[in-house]
């Protein structure tokens, strides 16, 4: 079945891409209440295309938030069904000065397509329809029952799909979930991602007197929220990048010596790495584990923002009411957010100076997962990768975090199988995102050998 569906991709791979950049035009930022009828409008559009392909019941469901779109195709008796994940909505494009093209303008170069939403998550969303298109178009009918659920607010944290999955199990029913959100780990090198760190997002608020104060009338004698919170900050973590948190390591599951041994067999040099994908002059991280262990397996602390006080042009002595910090952590198995956080706030709280208040808030939090890499579906997708790229399969962890993954291993009790084709260096959430165009079309390739293997299951 799948070589008439592939030859269809390939005579249609122009298109494809065209329809990809439509979508990329939309400025579906899902973080900014200005773009909500952008991110509304985006909705309609991956709905329209469910519709012309062929797909059924096609719904935007609409309530607090942003759309979920959902369609279904299911006839085929007997097979097994998958529900395909992927996202619509991106990240803000700032700083708008880094980008050579702009953002929502989707621009070919050197063999790779720029735009925000490229490879995160439009690229890899349409790559599944246009899969599943495939197939419906040449063959009238799918090798699997399909379900399609896509969100337009993962990069806010998901919490409508979330809750969508808890409440509505019944209509997500499937036996196994596609998702499409990851990358290679190296290019031309077929990739499966079978590991993600869980996250907890938080805000520190620390108030010191009741109203923004005079430096030279007060200062020395009124606390200052952002000394408080650089001291908070600095307590977290030491200078070799242990957190300090207390307990906050009893939980980590160390990886076994199988997956260890695997991954150093990965074509990954660290000093390349630090160079070209980091940028920076030395890695940093816990003494005694590599740098894809400090990314992959082990919990981190960052902080991503400090906002307060002044800061604009000139200067203005003002010591500030009032000081926020953006702090998150990635956990690994068995740590679980609601222990993680419970042992930072209660730390936080406890090293805090006297002379000021916190507040710490949980923004969003999702779980770590590890998919077994023995159940049938990742066979077949393993079958199906080597089929179009002629290698074998590498099996990874990422750093990052994927909520849905354990919201659907918990409320709907299915395994997910981790199928992207992004690359390391594509820039994610950063400044001249692309996503490689030759991963884009062997991606769709790809799938539509995954659905036919799956339906021989």
Not at 12 to 26: D, G, Q, S, V, W
Not at 216 to 237: D, R, S, T, W
Not at 311 to 326: H, L, N, Q, S, Y
Request: proline share 7%.
């Amino acid at each position: 079945m799948s070589a008439g569906a592939v030859g269809y991709a390939r005579e249609n791979a122009a298109r494809f891409l065209e329809e990809l950049k439509t979508l990329l035009r939309i400025p579906s930022v899902s973080t900014t209440p200005e773009h909500k009828g952008d991110v509304e409008k985006a909705a309609e559009w991956v709905a329209a295309e469910l519709k012309r392909i062929g797909m059924e019941n096609v719904d935007v469901i609409r309530s607090a938030g942003h759309p979920l779109v959902y369609a279904d195709w299911l006839h085929a008796t007997g097979k097994p069904t998958v529900l395909c994940y992927a996202h619509y909505d991106v990240q803000p494009p700032d700083p708008l000065d880094e980008w050579v093209t702009p953002p929502f303008e989707p621009t070919e170069r050197n063999g790779n397509l720029y735009a925000r939403g490229a490879v995160d998550d439009k690229g890899q969303l349409v790559l599944q329809v246009k899969a599943l298109e495939s197939l419906l178009k040449k063959d009238g009918k799918l090798p699997v029952n399909v379900r399609v659920i896509y969100e337009g607010e993962e990069e806010v944290g998901g919490e409508r799909i979330a809750a969508f999955v808890r409440e509505h199990p019944d209509r997500l029913k499937a036996d196994f979930a596609l998702i499409s959100d990851t990358e290679l780990f190296a290019p031309e090198l077929p990739t499966l991602t079978v590991g993600l760190r869980g996250m907890i997002y938080t805000e520190l608020e620390v108030r010191g007197a009741k109203t923004d104060l005079h430096s030279g009338m007060y200062g020395g004698a009124a606390p200052n929220p952002f000394v408080a919170l650089a001291q908070i900050i600095a307590g977290l973590k030491d200078r070799e990048g242990k957190i300090l948190i207390p307990g906050f390591y009893d939980d980590v599951k160390a990886p076994s010596a199988d997956e260890v041994a695997a991954w150093k067999k990965l074509p990954f040099d660290e000093e390349e790495y630090r160079e070209k994908e980091v940028g920076a002059s030395k890695l940093v991280g816990e003494k005694g584990y590599s740098a894809l262990a400090r990314t992959w397996v082990r919990p981190t602390l960052d902080v991503h923002g400090i906002v307060g006080g002044f800061i604009g042009a000139g200067a203005k002595t003002v010591i500030p009411a009032k000081a926020t910090a953006k702090v998150s952590m990635r956990l690994v198995p068995d740590m679980t957010p609601e222990k993680s956080f419970r042992q930072y706030k209660e730390y936080v709280e406890k090293i805090k100076p006297e002379a000021v208040s916190v507040e710490v808030r949980l923004i969003h939090s999702g779980e770590p997962i590890v998919i077994g890499t023995d159940n049938p579906y990742v066979k077949a997708a393993t079958k199906a990768l080597k089929k179009v790229w002629g290698k074998d399969t590498v099996f990874i962890r990422s750093g990052g975090s994927i909520p849905i993954v354990g919201d659907f291993e918990k409320h709907l009790k299915i395994p997910s199988v981790m199928m992207g084709f992004g690359l390391p260096d594509d820039g994610l959430h950063a400044p001249n995102e692309k996503f490689h165009i030759a991963n884009f079309h062997r991606g769709i390739e790809s799938l539509i050998e995954f659905f036919d293997e799956a339906g021989s299951l």
